[in-house]
Nanobody
Framework: QVQLTEIGGGLVQPGGSLTLSCGAS????????MAWYRQAPGKQRELVAA?????IYADAVKGRFTASRDNAKNTMYLQMNALKPEDTAVYYC?????????WGRGTQVTVSS
């Protein structure tokens, strides 16, 4: 089974930037969608950005976050700018194919001064 691995999380001050990467260990056949989710302490996991024919963003991150893919590298990115304390969460990579849904283990993003 293909595995997803997120990297790039860390501690950043409010207003700062981070770029997350999600690498796939192999080719994702019959891929329908890749997406970024996040889960803050005490809250449900929520969709941040999804990549299909177009990119879809949660209202809370529109204009600040940009998701992209490099198919040649089997990698998806999440560029996060103007970070706010409320962006603090574990960020997860997700891939949906015709036959399965795959999750990464997540990477912690903490926005704090």
């Amino acid at each position: 089974q293909v595995q997803l691995t997120e990297i790039g999380g860390g501690l950043v001050q409010p207003g700062g930037s981070l770029t997350l990467s999600c690498g796939a260990s192999g080719t994702l056949y019959n891929l329908l969608r890749m997406a970024w989710y996040r889960q803050a302490p005490g809250k449900q996991r929520e969709l941040v950005a999804a990549l299909t024919a177009v990119a879809i963003y949660a209202d809370a991150v529109k204009g600040r976050f940009t998701a992209s893919r490099d198919n040649a590298k089997n990698t998806m990115y999440l560029q996060m700018n103007a970070l706010k304390p409320e962006d603090t969460a574990v960020y997860y990579c997700n891939a949906v194919t015709a036959t399965e849904t795959i999750w990464g283990r997540g990477t912690q993003v903490t926005v704090s001064s």
